[in-house]
């Protein structure tokens, strides 16, 4: 069955959605203005490599299946959609004409699935450890997602790593790390039967004969997408430094040891909540793959650029971690260090 998905991100979203499209589904991509002109006009280009390839393919949205448009926040009609994809950053839900999207969102009580790094607080309190914790102070704006049903919200951990190229157009993305995104389940049975056949759509897709990577695995656990937490925890906020900052690959492996303390304090956190070890990515493979991140994180170039707000998952830890009466020094400087680079908002060439 073509399915209606409704992405609100046309960045990172547009992964997502060009998987999609080659399953034969229709996306609309929520954006600036000048943004969705280029895409309506262009289509979107995707740029990825399958396995035993040496060079990235170039996959077009117009020599797709399904369709793509894209849209300001304020002509989008919610009616016409199955499911909302929120593949924008934390802070950029503040923006009042996203926050008036997301009121008719929520009172069509359509099911989102998330792709941020940081949790939508009404994903939080579907899990019963977290659900009378004070976290609010860890969003930019915690009123954001009053109106949001618990039980309609799912989380997609986004392990696979793309990014811009700065000096083409904003319809281009380039993977760097063609990995899966892994979903929790939402609390209705139909609203998973959706995730379901998207995962299977999305599997049987292929590009000459051959599979292409980056598939939708959906879990039967909540706790899945958490084990993104230990990666951001050991990795991206550590590649900000208090005068620098510095790439993934540098922060994990700059010393093996503490890094592994670390990672493996955030994945004990997450079992206190009721992850189970196989909800989980062992260390090993975490710093396999990090081998090969030699860029610094988004949050550290947002940082480094001078960003007033960035996702603050290593917040919203060091709240929980304490809350739970395990706190770690590790990740207190962390936040410290953190919270000091966005108060002097010092811009580093």
């Known amino acids: 069955m073509q399915r209606n998905i409704l992405i609100l991100g046309a960045s990172y979203g547009s992964l997502l959605s060009t998987k999609l499209l080659m399953a034969g589904h229709n996306v609309t991509l929520v954006c600036r203005r000048k943004t969705a002109d280029l895409i309506n006009r262009e289509g979107t280009a995707v740029r990825i490599k399958l396995r035993d390839e040496a060079a990235h393919r170039t996959i077009r949205s117009s020599e797709l299946p399904g369709t793509v448009d894209a849209s300001s926040p304020e002509h989008i009609d919610v009616t016409r959609y199955d499911l909302v994809v929120l593949a924008m950053q934390e802070p950029q839900y503040t923006n009042h004409t996203i926050r008036v ?89 139909i609203h998973n039967q959706l995730l379901r056949d998207l995962e299977s759509d999305i599997s049987a897709v292929r590009l000459d004969g051959q599979d292409v990577p980056v598939k939708l695995k959906v879990s039967e656990s909540l706790f899945v997408p958490l084990a993104k937490w230990s990666m951001l925890l050991t990795g ?37 909540l009721g992850a189970a070890p196989e909800d989980q990515v062992p260390f090993e493979k975490y710093a396999k793959a990090a081998e090969s991140l030699l860029k610094p994180s988004s949050a550290a170039r947002a940082v480094a650029n001078g960003a007033p707000f960035i996702e603050r998952v290593d917040l919203l830890i060091k709240l929980i971690s304490h809350q739970l009466g395990a706190p770690n020094a590790e990740i207190d400087e962390t936040v410290e260090t953190v919270d000091w680079r966005l108060d002097e908002r010092i811009v580093v060439s």
């Open 236 to 272: 991206n906020y550590r590649c900000i430094r208090p005068d620098e900052i510095q790439s993934i690959r540098d922060a994990v492996h700059g010393d093996l040891a503490r890094s592994r303390a670390i990672y493996e304090h955030v994945d004990a956190i997450a079992r206190q």
């Open 101 to 189: 999207l997301m009121i008719k969102v929520a009172a069509a009580k359509l099911p989102c699935l998330s792709l941020m790094n940081m949790p939508p607080l009404p994903y939080l309190k579907r899990i019963p450890a977290l659900a009378a914790m004070d976290l609010e102070g860890a969003y930019t704006n915690a009123s954001v997602w009053d109106r949001f049903e618990p039980g309609l919200m799912s989380l997609c951990s986004p392990d696979p790593q793309a990014f811009r190229p700065p000096d083409e157009g904003a319809n281009v993305l380039h993977v760097g790390l063609p990995t899966n995104f892994k979903a929790a389940p939402f609390a209705d049975k």
